[in-house]
């Protein structure tokens, strides 16, 4: 399919992991992909490039107003105006309550929710200039439907995604710009390694692996997700597909939390 022809993405967590996955579905669908994070997303693009697709990087931080619209600039200078914005870029640390510091807790939230709505933000003022609507989809996560052990921040930090999707969703709706999250669940990539050694030090003695395994086996599809698994999804909710679809947060997560 080539569903995304002449329109530009911009996506936020592109160097690797979800992030990246979603870039090269968008790029294989013809669409101008804009690759920012925080850190070189080199590997990313040039695989996009030498699949044909068409792609550049912009090193940003999220929480920082002016480098988010030095990133929206870039992109309209590169490919045109924006049709699609994917808030993705994350981070998480894991702690017991009581050694969770107050500058972890504000790291993950300017990120996490502060980051997407800075990215909204921006991306929704130039799909208001160029006129042609526009698709924002926001990475949330399996903790903002239920938060789980010696991650009270990174919870909270998610259900604000939850909470800005659907008051952006109402604000901009008769403009024809659609606002959606996702929810990835136990998901193959960098940050969930990580993961899987830091709560499992918590938790008790877990050699690396043994605890996602036992995640694992609680998910009705018994297999942990991929990238382009998300990626699925995503691109779904940028089509035309998905017109009439705003203000919702979509699971992606095997089945392991149902609502």
């Known amino acids: 399919m080539r569903r995304f022809e002449t329109k530009t993405v911009v996506i936020t967590g592109g160097s690797r992991g979800i992030g990246a996955a979603i870039a090269r579905r968008f790029a294989r ?16 693009v040039d695989a996009i490039v ?11 931080d999220v929480t920082d107003k002016a480098q988010v619209a030095a990133l929206y600039d870039a992109a309209e200078a590169e490919f045109g105006g924006v049709d699609v914005s994917i808030q993705n870029a994350g981070v998480i640390t894991i702690a017991k309550v009581e050694d969770l510091t ?19 933000q921006e991306a929704i003022a130039r799909m208001r200039r160029h006129g042609r609507g526009g ?3 926001n990475t949330a996560s399996g903790q903002a439907r239920q938060g789980f052990i010696f991650t009270p921040h990174y919870a909270a930090s998610k259900f604000g995604v939850v909470g800005i999707t659907q008051s952006l969703a109402k604000e901009v709706a008769k403009e024809r710009i659609t606002v959606n999250a996702f929810c990835p669940g ?26 996602m395994a ?6 009705p599809m018994a297999r942990a997700g991929s990238g382009e698994d998300v990626a699925g999804l995503v691109t779904f909710l940028a089509s035309e597909d998905a017109a009439y679809i705003t203000g919702q947060t979509v699971n992606v997560d095997g089945g392991l939390i149902m609502s």
């Open 214 to 219: 036992e995640w694992v086996r609680n998910i």
């Open 135 to 137: 698709r924002l989809i």
């Open 102 to 120: 107050i500058e972890e807790w504000r790291k993950v939230l300017e990120v996490n929710t502060t980051g997407v709505f800075l990215c909204c």
């Open 50 to 60: 030498k699949d044909g697709g068409r792609a550049a990087q912009f090193t940003a």
């Open 186 to 211: 136990i998901i193959e990539t960098d940050m969930w390694a990580y993961n899987d050694e830091a709560w499992g030090k918590l938790l008790g003695t877990y050699a690396p692996g043994e605890l």
């Open 29 to 44: 669908e013809g669409a101008n992909v804009m690759v920012s994070a925080n850190e070189d997303a080199s590997a990313t």
